[in-house]
């Protein structure tokens, strides 16, 4: 089994309802948009990968639709509360507490407090920019006494 893995529409269908996530494909559309859940799944995939880049001691995956596999179910969810945000439907309080606790074991994750899995297929190029070096500048040091303030 792979240790990194994509988010499809039939993950979310496991995940909850299934009407839901028909009802979001179809529901709130404008004029010649299209399926929005693709969308979605980017925008969560990205905050994902941003989280788990922010500890230096991780690596992501070459490909950037992957995440790890034990973080499949947290990105459903996400995902499924974003289409519930869209057709706005109110979350529930145990959806409301599934959502903090989410969001604290992201912060975790990139706090490298929570390790995870390595990818498949490591980047081979850094997306952070490495710290530039910090320029050191000598000036003079000054020295005041009560003889040089004399006429002041």
Do not use: H
């Not at 070459?62 to 057709?87: F, G, T, W």
């Amino acid at each position: 089994m792979a240790n990194w893995s994509t988010i499809t529409e039939a993950d979310l269908k496991d995940a909850k309802v299934a009407a839901l996530v028909d009802a979001f494909k179809s529901a709130a559309l404008g004029v010649g948009q299209t399926n929005p859940i693709p969308a979605v799944i980017a925008n969560v995939v990205a905050r994902i990968r941003a989280e788990i880049k922010g500890c230096s001691n991780n690596a992501l995956d070459a490909d950037a639709n992957k995440i790890p596999a034990d973080l499949k179910s947290l990105a459903c969810r996400m995902i499924v509360r974003e289409c519930q945000s869209r057709l706005r439907l109110a979350l529930k309080e145990d959806e409301k507490e599934e959502w903090r606790q989410d969001v604290r074991y992201l912060e975790r994750i990139a706090a490298c407090d929570v390790p995870v899995a390595a990818p498949d297929s490591p980047e081979t190029d850094p997306t952070v920019q490495s710290a530039a070096p910090v320029p050191a500048i000598a000036a003079p040091r000054r020295q005041f006494s009560q003889a040089g303030q004399d006429g002041l």
